[in-house]
């Protein structure tokens, strides 16, 4: 006969250490929301060294993220090697997707919190610059007017402001950026 049935397994007290864990495991994925929709304020200049437009990062940025990403997840593995190991061996399927999400929720918040804090720390004055239309895409669902360089003569720069500014800006016509440096060094639109 089964003893245990009628009766309740406690549970034990999260330890200091428990929660450190779940913090450290938990935290890329509390600052995603934020980095996402900081980025959205601080858009950056996609000039053709990007690496793709649609990505809109600056090489350097997408370089760094994987490394970044892989030494946290190196941090994650040292602080909880217990969960990692229940992982591997015993664990849920919901405990295997939330560490396969990980990474890939890792690359978009370092993404995103570089590109906020790239503009968000940004004090450098606005520079202003006359530029004309040389072109327009669509890249995905989302038009953007290719634009001469105002830094690099002969290059080209992808401008995303929507069906109604693309409309308004015909090939030819003079178009006026203004753009901040960057903390990071990645310029972006600050009009």
């Known amino acids: 006969m089964n003893n245990h049935i009628g ?42 060294e990007t690496i793709s437009p649609i990505v809109g990062a600056p090489k350097l940025l997408v370089y760094i993220s994987p490394i970044i990403t892989l030494a946290y997840l190196g941090l994650i593995i040292l602080v909880s090697r217990q969960q990692a190991s229940d992982f591997i061996h015993k664990g849920s399927y919901q405990s295997r997707g939330l560490w396969l999400m990980l990474p890939l929720t890792l690359l978009f918040t370092t993404w995103g919190a570089g590109q906020t804090l790239n503009g968000m720390l940004d004090f450098s004055q606005p520079q202003y610059f006359q530029t004309v239309v040389i072109g327009s895409t669509h890249i995905s669902s989302t038009p953007y007017i290719k634009v001469q360089d105002w830094n690099h003569r002969g290059k080209f720069v992808y401008v995303d402001r929507g069906q109604e500014f693309l409309e308004k800006h015909p090939i030819g016509s003079t178009l006026f950026v203004s753009t901040k440096r960057g903390i990071f060094g990645y310029e972006w639109y600050c009009q």
């Open 7 to 48: 009766k309740t397994n406690p549970k034990k007290p999260m330890t200091p250490m428990t929660m450190v864990r779940w913090a450290v495991l938990l935290f890329p994925l509390a600052l995603l929301p934020i980095a996402v929709l900081g980025a959205g304020r601080y858009p950056l200049v996609l000039r053709e």
